[in-house]
Antibody
Protein backbone atom coordinates (compact mmCIF):
# COMPACT_ATOMS: atom_id res chain seq x y z
CA UNK A 1 0.00 0.00 0.00
CA UNK A 2 1.24 3.45 -0.90
CA UNK A 3 1.32 5.60 2.21
CA UNK A 4 3.10 8.23 4.26
CA UNK A 5 3.33 8.00 8.04
CA UNK A 6 4.44 10.97 10.14
CA UNK A 7 5.75 10.84 13.68
CA UNK A 8 7.53 13.01 16.20
CA UNK A 9 4.83 15.53 17.06
CA UNK A 10 4.87 16.58 20.69
CA UNK A 11 4.43 19.37 23.22
CA UNK A 12 7.47 21.66 23.09
CA UNK A 13 8.32 24.83 24.98
CA UNK A 14 8.75 28.16 23.20
CA UNK A 15 12.29 28.45 21.93
CA UNK A 16 12.69 24.70 21.89
CA UNK A 17 13.39 22.20 19.11
CA UNK A 18 11.71 19.14 17.67
CA UNK A 19 12.32 16.74 14.79
CA UNK A 20 9.47 15.33 12.72
CA UNK A 21 9.81 12.21 10.59
CA UNK A 22 7.84 10.86 7.67
CA UNK A 23 8.19 7.28 6.44
CA UNK A 24 7.11 6.39 2.91
CA UNK A 25 6.11 2.96 1.70
CA UNK A 26 4.89 1.47 -1.55
CA UNK A 27 6.49 4.04 -3.85
CA UNK A 28 9.78 4.80 -5.62
CA UNK A 29 10.67 7.43 -3.07
CA UNK A 30 13.71 8.93 -4.76
CA UNK A 31 11.69 9.93 -7.83
CA UNK A 32 9.67 12.57 -6.02
CA UNK A 33 10.01 15.85 -4.18
CA UNK A 34 8.59 15.91 -0.67
CA UNK A 35 7.00 18.74 1.28
CA UNK A 36 5.78 19.58 4.75
CA UNK A 37 2.46 21.40 4.99
CA UNK A 38 0.95 22.57 8.27
CA UNK A 39 -2.49 23.50 9.50
CA UNK A 40 -3.00 25.48 12.68
CA UNK A 41 -6.10 24.58 14.72
CA UNK A 42 -9.20 25.74 12.86
CA UNK A 43 -7.12 27.42 10.14
CA UNK A 44 -6.16 26.80 6.53
CA UNK A 45 -3.26 24.96 4.92
CA UNK A 46 0.20 26.53 4.89
CA UNK A 47 3.10 25.15 2.87
CA UNK A 48 6.26 24.98 4.99
CA UNK A 49 9.10 23.42 3.02
CA UNK A 50 10.05 21.28 0.00
CA UNK A 51 13.03 19.09 -0.73
CA UNK A 52 13.79 17.89 -4.24
CA UNK A 53 13.94 14.20 -5.08
CA UNK A 54 17.72 14.03 -4.75
CA UNK A 55 17.82 16.21 -1.66
CA UNK A 56 20.04 18.67 -3.48
CA UNK A 57 17.56 21.55 -3.36
CA UNK A 58 15.54 22.81 -0.42
CA UNK A 59 12.99 25.59 -0.18
CA UNK A 60 11.20 27.26 2.73
CA UNK A 61 8.34 29.59 3.41
CA UNK A 62 9.32 32.98 4.79
CA UNK A 63 7.65 32.13 8.11
CA UNK A 64 10.08 29.29 8.86
CA UNK A 65 13.21 30.18 6.88
CA UNK A 66 16.26 30.15 9.11
CA UNK A 67 14.49 28.13 11.81
CA UNK A 68 13.35 24.89 10.16
CA UNK A 69 15.50 22.41 8.25
CA UNK A 70 14.16 19.80 5.82
CA UNK A 71 16.19 16.72 4.93
CA UNK A 72 15.68 13.25 3.51
CA UNK A 73 17.24 9.81 3.51
CA UNK A 74 16.36 8.07 0.26
CA UNK A 75 17.89 4.77 1.40
CA UNK A 76 15.35 4.67 4.25
CA UNK A 77 12.52 6.35 2.30
CA UNK A 78 12.18 9.03 4.92
CA UNK A 79 11.88 12.80 5.05
CA UNK A 80 12.48 14.92 8.13
CA UNK A 81 11.71 18.40 9.41
CA UNK A 82 13.79 19.91 12.18
CA UNK A 83 11.95 22.69 13.99
CA UNK A 84 14.17 25.14 15.88
CA UNK A 85 13.36 28.17 18.01
CA UNK A 86 9.64 27.42 17.89
CA UNK A 87 6.92 29.81 18.95
CA UNK A 88 3.18 29.53 19.59
CA UNK A 89 2.58 30.36 15.92
CA UNK A 90 4.16 27.02 14.99
CA UNK A 91 1.42 25.08 16.77
CA UNK A 92 -0.24 23.00 14.06
CA UNK A 93 -0.80 19.61 12.51
CA UNK A 94 2.19 18.94 10.26
CA UNK A 95 1.45 16.90 7.14
CA UNK A 96 4.04 15.18 5.02
CA UNK A 97 3.10 15.38 1.33
CA UNK A 98 4.51 13.73 -1.78
CA UNK A 99 4.85 15.76 -4.95
CA UNK A 100 3.76 14.41 -8.32
CA UNK A 101 7.20 15.16 -9.75
CA UNK A 102 10.84 15.58 -8.77
CA UNK A 103 10.27 19.24 -7.98
CA UNK A 104 7.33 21.64 -7.61
CA UNK A 105 4.01 20.48 -9.07
CA UNK A 106 1.25 19.32 -6.68
CA UNK A 107 0.71 16.99 -3.73
CA UNK A 108 -0.79 13.64 -4.72
CA UNK A 109 -0.23 11.73 -1.48
CA UNK A 110 -0.58 12.95 2.10
CA UNK A 111 0.14 11.47 5.49
CA UNK A 112 -2.34 11.63 8.35
CA UNK A 113 -0.39 14.38 10.12
CA UNK A 114 1.43 14.78 13.42
CA UNK A 115 0.51 17.41 16.00
CA UNK A 116 2.99 19.94 17.32
CA UNK A 117 1.94 22.09 20.29
CA UNK A 118 4.18 24.93 21.40
CA UNK A 119 3.37 25.97 24.94
CA UNK A 120 5.04 26.58 28.27
CA UNK B 1 3.44 36.48 0.74
CA UNK B 2 -0.34 36.57 1.32
CA UNK B 3 -2.54 33.57 0.67
CA UNK B 4 -4.46 33.27 -2.56
CA UNK B 5 -7.99 34.65 -2.19
CA UNK B 6 -10.95 32.28 -2.10
CA UNK B 7 -14.56 32.90 -0.99
CA UNK B 8 -15.05 31.80 2.60
CA UNK B 9 -18.12 29.76 1.74
CA UNK B 10 -20.12 28.51 -1.23
CA UNK B 11 -23.36 26.55 -1.06
CA UNK B 12 -25.69 24.79 -3.44
CA UNK B 13 -28.51 22.28 -3.64
CA UNK B 14 -27.93 18.67 -4.67
CA UNK B 15 -27.40 18.27 -8.43
CA UNK B 16 -26.60 21.96 -8.85
CA UNK B 17 -23.22 23.27 -10.02
CA UNK B 18 -21.00 25.54 -7.98
CA UNK B 19 -17.75 27.33 -8.76
CA UNK B 20 -14.98 28.29 -6.34
CA UNK B 21 -12.60 31.05 -7.39
CA UNK B 22 -8.93 31.41 -6.47
CA UNK B 23 -7.46 34.84 -7.09
CA UNK B 24 -3.73 35.40 -7.25
CA UNK B 25 -1.23 37.41 -9.27
CA UNK B 26 1.13 37.15 -12.21
CA UNK B 27 3.72 35.81 -9.77
CA UNK B 28 1.70 32.72 -8.99
CA UNK B 29 -1.64 31.68 -10.52
CA UNK B 30 -1.26 33.84 -13.61
CA UNK B 31 2.35 32.97 -14.27
CA UNK B 32 2.33 29.18 -14.11
CA UNK B 33 0.05 26.24 -14.90
CA UNK B 34 0.90 24.60 -11.58
CA UNK B 35 -2.43 25.25 -9.90
CA UNK B 36 -3.92 22.43 -7.87
CA UNK B 37 -7.06 21.94 -5.78
CA UNK B 38 -7.54 19.92 -2.59
CA UNK B 39 -10.60 18.62 -0.78
CA UNK B 40 -10.45 18.23 2.99
CA UNK B 41 -13.13 16.65 5.14
CA UNK B 42 -13.03 17.42 8.88
CA UNK B 43 -10.29 15.60 10.74
CA UNK B 44 -8.73 14.11 7.63
CA UNK B 45 -5.79 14.85 5.35
CA UNK B 46 -6.34 16.84 2.17
CA UNK B 47 -6.96 15.00 -1.11
CA UNK B 48 -5.75 16.12 -4.53
CA UNK B 49 -8.71 16.83 -6.82
CA UNK B 50 -7.16 18.82 -9.70
CA UNK B 51 -3.53 19.38 -10.79
CA UNK B 52 -1.90 21.48 -13.51
CA UNK B 53 -5.00 23.73 -13.59
CA UNK B 54 -7.39 21.25 -15.19
CA UNK B 55 -6.23 17.65 -14.85
CA UNK B 56 -7.98 15.10 -12.64
CA UNK B 57 -6.02 12.35 -10.89
CA UNK B 58 -7.19 8.80 -11.42
CA UNK B 59 -10.20 8.05 -9.25
CA UNK B 60 -11.47 11.62 -8.92
CA UNK B 61 -15.00 12.09 -10.21
CA UNK B 62 -15.47 13.84 -13.56
CA UNK B 63 -17.90 16.14 -11.76
CA UNK B 64 -14.83 18.10 -10.66
CA UNK B 65 -13.22 20.38 -13.23
CA UNK B 66 -10.64 23.15 -13.16
CA UNK B 67 -9.86 26.18 -15.27
CA UNK B 68 -7.88 29.40 -15.26
CA UNK B 69 -8.31 32.86 -16.70
CA UNK B 70 -5.59 35.41 -16.14
CA UNK B 71 -4.67 35.51 -12.45
CA UNK B 72 -7.75 33.59 -11.28
CA UNK B 73 -8.24 29.84 -11.19
CA UNK B 74 -11.58 28.13 -10.64
CA UNK B 75 -12.89 24.79 -9.45
CA UNK B 76 -16.34 23.73 -10.60
CA UNK B 77 -18.31 20.95 -8.99
CA UNK B 78 -21.16 19.73 -11.18
CA UNK B 79 -24.06 17.62 -9.96
CA UNK B 80 -23.34 18.54 -6.35
CA UNK B 81 -23.62 15.62 -3.92
CA UNK B 82 -23.76 15.45 -0.14
CA UNK B 83 -20.29 13.89 0.03
CA UNK B 84 -18.87 16.99 -1.66
CA UNK B 85 -19.48 18.95 1.52
CA UNK B 86 -15.94 19.79 2.67
CA UNK B 87 -13.27 22.48 2.69
CA UNK B 88 -11.51 23.19 -0.60
CA UNK B 89 -8.10 24.79 -1.07
CA UNK B 90 -6.33 25.98 -4.18
CA UNK B 91 -2.55 25.99 -4.36
CA UNK B 92 -0.07 27.50 -6.81
CA UNK B 93 3.63 27.42 -7.48
CA UNK B 94 5.14 30.91 -7.23
CA UNK B 95 8.01 32.85 -8.75
CA UNK B 96 9.76 32.74 -5.35
CA UNK B 97 10.14 28.94 -5.65
CA UNK B 98 7.44 28.35 -3.05
CA UNK B 99 3.93 27.01 -2.91
CA UNK B 100 1.06 29.30 -1.92
CA UNK B 101 -2.27 27.98 -0.69
CA UNK B 102 -5.61 29.71 -0.90
CA UNK B 103 -7.59 30.88 2.10
CA UNK B 104 -9.96 27.94 1.79
CA UNK B 105 -13.65 27.61 0.93
CA UNK B 106 -16.27 25.75 2.91
CA UNK B 107 -18.74 24.05 0.58
CA UNK B 108 -22.17 23.38 2.02
CA UNK B 109 -24.78 21.18 0.36
CA UNK B 110 -28.17 22.59 1.23
Amino acid sequence: EVQLLESGGDLVQPGGSLKLSCAASGLTFNNYAMSWVRQAPGKGLEWVSLISNSGGSTYYSDSVKGRFIISRDNSKKMVFLRLNNVSAEDTAIYFCAKDRRSNFNSFDLWGQGTMVVVSS
Amino acid sequence: QSALTQPASVSGFPEQSITISCAGSRSDVGGYNYVSWYQQHPGTAPKLMIYDVLNRPSGVSSRFSGSKSGNTASLTISGLQTEDEADYYCCSYTSNNTYLFGTGTKVTVL
